[in-house]
């Protein structure tokens, strides 16, 4: 499904974001963000979350989760997804959904391989 919705929305997103890595970037900072949210609002103990392309790209140095660890060590509470009042705009919260996140990950080990 990911892998769908990434090339079906490619074209029409095309005018917003013209640079096909810039997209691919977005793309994936997009289902990382719906994937945390998800285990911000359920509190889901066993760490379900909808799956995206981003899982299986964490292999990588450069991948959003070590963006975005970079990004909320350096800005703090300026981090502007918690400025828009994701998580409720507490870090606390992005650190817990994050950690679900990544140990539903390392159980699932298929999918970030």
């Known amino acids: 499904m990911t892998e769908y919705l990434f090339a079906a929305l490619r074209e029409p ?3 917003h974001v013209s640079i096909d890595t810039d997209y691919e970037a ?3 900072r997009f289902e990382y963000f719906v994937a945390l949210t998800v285990l911000d609002m359920t509190h889901d103990q066993d760490g379900w979350f909808p799956p995206g392309r981003f899982a299986y790209l964490l292999r990588y140095q450069d991948n959003i989760v070590n963006q ?3 990004e909320v060590s350096r800005l703090g509470v300026s ?3 918690l400025q828009a009042g994701l ?16 140990d539903y990950l390392e ?6 391989v």
């Open 13 to 15: 997103l095309r005018k």
């Open 26 to 28: 977005s793309f994936n």
């Open 79 to 81: 981090w502007p997804p």
């Open 107 to 112: 159980r699932q080990r298929w999918l970030v």
């Open 68 to 70: 975005c660890r970079a």
């Open 87 to 102: 998580f409720g705009g507490s870090i606390e919260r992005f650190n817990a959904a994050e950690a679900t996140l990544l």
